[in-house]
């Protein structure tokens, strides 16, 4: 018979496969749009754009006003006087697959997670 502990621990192994498929996949559409250009991992004074740490603090179990940010139904929250830089860049995300916006917001958020 198979142990409870057994079976949670496969699932808790499944949990994390997920998210690290929905972290690589997010990390690919980050790429493709070349959101890397403005957006570090950690704050640095080249980058034009805030941090992914810095947008995980502000995000960061929010996802879905993350989401909503990017398709542009929700007002920019980290820094609303300097949105005219980002906005033209929504074109790239206002329309999308819903489980890419699941996985971007992932990505966008996962410098601060398990820490
Ligand atoms: C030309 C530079 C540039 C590019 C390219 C760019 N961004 Fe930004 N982004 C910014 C700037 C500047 C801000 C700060 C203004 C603001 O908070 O909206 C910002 C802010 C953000 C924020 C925080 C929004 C908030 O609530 O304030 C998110 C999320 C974001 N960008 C995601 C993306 C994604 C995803 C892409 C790729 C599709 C991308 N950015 C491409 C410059 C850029």
Redesign the pocket.
Known sequence: MIKKAAIVSILALLGYAQEMDLTKRGEQI?KR???N???APKDDAAS???SLET?SI??LGNERK?ID??KGDS??????Q??G???P??Y??KHMFEEDYRA?AYY?TSVNKNQ
């Open positions: 980050f749009y070349n959101c250009i403005c957006h034009v754009g805030p947008i502000h995000y993350l940010f990017l007002p920019p929250i980290i820094e609303p300097r949105f830089i980002m906005k860049q929504l790239k995300t971007l966008l």
